[in-house]
């Protein structure tokens, strides 16, 4: 069986960007305390519970425990995730703000003109931070030994099989809301 190294190559580098998505977005939840009766965010798999954000998430999520990384390589992509993290700080916060900021349809008039300003004024921030993940994995994936990088695209294309497929787009019902 031949491997096209193309193919493997952009599998390998989408596992390893959707992993450390996922790290990177728990890492930047902020930390707030349940609400009463106990059922915080994800009942029960919050920061330090069994299966949460605290538990697993070194370099590569879980499955980086399958790459077995050595101590070298491990460090190696701790100070690559810290150093994005840190430069990407200013634009997840520019993003909060501007989540916060943004009108209230339905305690105001409707402005389109200022709806589409800010969705483009997030669409822009969210484009940053995306191009500066990519950048990141591209330097975390050139860490990796080519034994490691077939592990990653293995367990990219059995995660892809096992994923549904998405949902059909939503319709407009016909009967009104309220």
């Known amino acids: 069986m031949r491997i096209d ?4 190559g952009i599998s390998a580098l989408a ?3 959707l992993l450390t998505s ?16 106990g059922f915080g965010p994800g009942f029960g798999r919050g920061p330090g519970a069994p299966g949460g954000p605290g538990e697993g998430f070194g370099p590569f999520g879980p499955i980086g425990r399958d790459l077995n990384l050595t101590d070298d390589q491990k460090a190696q992509i ?15 916060d520019q993003l909060r703000t ?42 975390i994936f050139s860490v990796l030994t ?12 059995q995660m892809r099989r096992q994923t549904p497929p998405p949902p059909p787009p939503a319709q407009v019902p ?5």
């Open 5 to 8: 190294l193309k193919t493997f």
């Open 98 to 139: 501007l989540h916060e900021n943004q009108t209230d349809p339905i305690n105001g008039a409707f402005d389109e003109a200022a709806v589409r300003s800010a969705a483009e004024a997030r669409a822009k921030v969210q484009i940053e931070l995306e191009v500066s993940h990519a950048k990141m994995m591209s330097q």
């Open 174 to 178: 016909d009967t009104p809301l309220f």
């Open 146 to 157: 080519p034994e490691q990088k077939a592990q990653l695209a293995a367990k990219h294309d």
């Open 15 to 17: 596992t390893a960007v």
């Open 22 to 37: 996922a790290a990177i977005v728990l890492s930047q939840q902020p930390q707030t305390p349940p609400p009463p009766g």
């Open 78 to 92: 701790k100070n690559i995730q810290d150093s994005f993290r840190a430069s990407d700080q200013a634009l997840f």
